[in-house]
């Protein structure tokens, strides 16, 4: 017995790994091993032999099997440690470089916008993309004859020739939010609706796809004076310059009465604009008061409420921006454009830290 204790502890002491473990198991204490061969023995002998032979037998499987036990536990032990060297990270080292990836400008504007109506009490909303022609059209006072649908270049969804349901569209503009936000939280409301729209238009300055973003704003007495210092407010923000000039220009739109569209003072010398300075004016957002019968189509009371709203182009304010002169380049996916008018993905636009440093 003295034996095999000694060379059972000895093979379990130099064993290497878990599998070497497990066959000195097998051969010691196993169905079949040595330790338990010899219990079986015990059938055989004396009575008086098998009083000292069984308690001394039991005493070395026990002594084998927590030798084993212990082993394991110190092979596991020594097998993480082993990993723990080998994924050694330094988390002290500098993060990559600024561009190894980068935010698309239409993510970073649809980011600086929104700070910046945030601080003025505007949440943001959101809506699908293909919408039914009552959200897009309809409750929008554009009725199905009216010229502007027309106008919108509109996608239709396909429809079985069977099915006479008006037909699903893409959303031809983000106006059609304004009704489902006046829906679900009512009045008063401060909400905008970034996203993408989609209108058959094709060339340097028009995709089929693009972003708009909706202003909406629904209170007791809201007025156009409310309206303009919203706008000259986005506009010194986003555009960082203290002097912004708004020209409000009359207009037509179905959704608003009045409309207006809303041109920003600005200079272009070398290809580059200034704004707030010069003699030309850029057009850069519709707006209006919110017509009656939206309101109406919204669920909200005219003769209570009113409220003013506008849409303006994500796109076309980055482009302005940031000086990016073709429109169709944001769409493409090439790699080498991402990088040059891309966006550090740390720092995102707050007011206070600075909207694109
Ligand atoms: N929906 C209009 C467009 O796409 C913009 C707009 C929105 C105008 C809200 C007035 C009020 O051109």
């Not at 290497?16 to 079986?40: F, N």
């Not at 099997?65 to 990993?83: C, F, G, H, P, Q």
């Not at 207006?260 to 707030?276: A, F, I, Y």
Request: glycine share 8%; proline share 5%; with cysteine.
């Amino acid at each position: 017995m003295d034996e095999l204790k000694a060379k059972y502890l000895e093979q379990i002491a130099y064993a290497a790994d878990e599998a070497a473990l497990e066959a000195i198991r097998v051969a010691a204490v196993g169905k079949k091993g040595e330790v338990s061969l010899q219990m079986r023995q015990l059938g055989k002998m004396t009575p008086e032999e098998r009083q000292v032979a069984g308690p001394a037998l039991n005493a070395l499987k026990d002594e084998i099997n927590a030798a084993l036990a212990a082993k394991k536990s110190a092979l596991a032990d020594a097998a993480l440690d082993e990993r723990l060297k080998s994924e050694w990270l330094d988390v002290t080292l500098p993060t990559r470089a600024r561009r190894e990836g980068t935010i698309h400008p239409v993510s970073q504007v649809t980011e600086e916008v929104t700070a910046i109506f945030a601080e003025m009490g505007f949440s943001v909303a959101e809506g699908p993309r293909i919408d039914t022609d009552w959200y897009n059209f309809d409750a929008l006072n554009i009725p199905s004859h009216h010229p502007a649908r027309a106008e919108m270049d509109t996608f239709y969804m396909h429809r079985a020739e069977s099915d006479d349901r008006p037909p699903h569209v893409l959303r031809t503009h983000t106006s059609p939010v304004q009704i489902r936000s006046m829906e679900k939280s009512g009045a008063p409301l401060r909400i905008i609706c970034p996203g993408g729209v989609y209108r058959a238009d094709y060339d340097q300055t028009h995709t089929p796809m693009f972003h708009q973003v909706e202003g909406l704003a629904v209170d007791r007495d809201i007025s156009m004076a409310n309206l303009k210092w919203v706008l000259e407010e986005f506009c010194r923000a986003f555009f960082e310059v203290d002097n912004v000039e708004l020209r409000f220009r009359a207009s037509h739109f179905p959704f608003t009465e009045p409309s207006v569209e809303v041109d920003l003072r600005c200079s272009w010398q070398d290809g580059t604009l200034k704004v707030g300075e010069g003699d030309d004016w850029m057009e850069i957002l519709g707006s209006g008061m919110v017509h009656p019968k939206v309101l109406q189509a919204g669920g909200i009371d005219p003769d209570e409420w009113q409220g003013f709203a506008f849409g303006m182009g994500i796109d076309r304010i980055a482009m302005l921006k940031y000086g990016i002169p073709d429109l169709r380049a944001f769409f493409d996916s090439d790699l080498r454009w991402l990088r040059h008018y891309g966006f550090a993905s740390l720092d995102v636009p707050t007011l206070r830290g600075g909207l694109s440093r």
